[in-house]
């Protein structure tokens, strides 16, 4: 009973929080790309309601920052002027989900700008930047799942359909990649793959890449679920009437995977958003001035970054409710359908 | 002994499909080392390819694949075109340090899992159980990654611990005993992040497993007998647990790999980890290949070990294996 309502509740919770990704452009003040050379490296700046005397202030505002005298690194509130901030305000123009031009944005300060997550070294927004970003990371999560989610089904299918050799041969290679770790397959996969390109493609390759790793634990788990589907009495009543291999797999298997492959998908989601992270971080996947969660994360790899500027951390924890959204999902998913296992729910790595 | 030779004959196949696998990569690739050579005015189309052909990167794949066996069988993994060297000493140097880090790891984080499932599978669905399923939950949903950097900033704002690096400066001058104590100071952190990466994974698996042993008649009649909580649980259950546990030993050593490498890099450890990174990104092919095939050594090795460890403790295994 409480079981389809845990289902649905993390179902909305991720729900909410993909569309705060996917409206990025409403949600962030400015443009990901858009540099501020004066700003360099600012820390998050405070909203304020209490003004400095005091006073209660009617809408929101912020203190702009100022260099603290005789320090190159420290910065204090300049208290003199308060800069309000106007919700549902017209700003740089973007285009929703990659289609509908607008204007319209959650907030904005009066021209002047507010880093509410700080800066980069480029007077970035972070928060714009870590929201435009997670497009990336997220579409190159979900379409990596996909193709890996195909992959495994269409050899899945194939091998527990057929049987014979050609079971014998894909599922010993399954096992090749099972027992790969699947940060060196991924390694070795990109090694091979050219390094100087558009983002663009950059980002297909990194679906690719990706999408290529996982497929053997799907595909093992689907040629279970074909083996004893394809002797069930409809099945073999369909094949009396005549019915054709491909019309069968189709019509009357592939349904009967669906609880499957769901529950894989919940599973390799986040760990390919993970994966994408993890090769733009090495500077392996997406390139600058493209942000995505994993080459925002990349300045960390200097010292004085990592010293100086803890904000630059905070793309990193943007993750961490995707993680629990799927991971919620999964395990309520498994439990639906009735396969409850420790070794899936916490495996996190696709080998 | 049939049962070590099958499970030995599964990993020469493993390690043979690895290399062949990573050999068929590296023929879809556009480019190699070379190629930046050629677009540089001073050195001749000649001179370039006279390199490859020194290196036989000019010959069909099947032949240079030969090559490569060939030369392993000798005991060499290749030569490396970014260090001017054979692949093989580079590797030993950095993969001493990454075993340096794993095998601590994973000493810790068996350590620490066993007693901490235990405990929490002794008291199934009561409060402790409950703090620990939470806090393993919330471990489970922090990223490797995200968690060796956060970690790293900690490291580095505090400045209780040493960022990066092997061992200090003038660590050949120290006395053994504080050549140890710094050692033991740079894994701190590394071995931090592994070990609470793979930690929830591995107290929930020994959770699970001995939560469902408990359950056993033999068990129970264990407690109507009245032997002692200690050695029941880590006496009797503990051992009828271990099949899945050892198994899962097998697996746990690849998610370590793939765990160090990345916070090998992080935290700037020289391990393999760097090495590869930068094999990659000079598409020094025999680098790549060969820093790949010895982690699949380890890898296998781990399972090996694994499986010695099943034939030992599992009395099921031994039966069938003799019966064969």
Redesign the interface.
Known sequence: MTRPRKLIRWLVLLVVFHSIIAGAGFFAPYDPVEQDRDHPYFPPMRVHFVDAHGHLHQRPFFYPLRLREGSFDQYEEVTASAVPLHFFTRGPAYRLLGFVPSRLHLFDADGARIYLLGSDAYGRDQLSRILFGGQVSLLAGLLGAAVTLLLGALIGMAAGYYGGWRDELLM??A??FL??????LL?????????AVSPLEAFILVVVVIGMVGWARPARLLRGVVLTVKERDFVRAARGFGASDLYLLRRHILPETASVLLTQAAILVPQFV?AE??LS????GVPEPMSSWGNL?AS??Q?SV??SY?WM?LP??A??PF??GY?GLASALQERTGDYK??E?????P? | MRYFLRRAFHAVFLLFGVSLLTFLFSALTPGNYFDEMRLNPQISPETVAALRAQYQLDRPLPVRYAHWLNAVAHGELGFSFAYNSPVGPLLWVRARNTLLLTVTATLFAWLLALPLGVWSASRFGRAPDRVLSWATATLLVIPDLVLALGLLILAVRTGWFPTGGLVSVGFETMSPLHKIRDLAFHMALPVTALVLATLPMLVRHVRASVAEVLQAPFLRAAVGHGIPNRKLLYGYALRAAANPLISLFGFSVGTLLSGSLLVEVVMSWPGLGPLLLEAILARDLYLVIGGVLLSMIFLVAGNLFADVLLFWADPRIRIAASAK
């Open positions: 010993r290679a096992e090749l027992a790969l770790p699947w940060l060196y390694f070795a996969l990109r090694a091979f793959l050219p390094l993970l992270m993890t971080f090495l500077g392996l994360l960390l790899q010292y990592l010293v803890w951390y990193a924890l993750i961490v993680f629990l991971l420790m070794e729910k916490s495996s996190w790595s080998t």
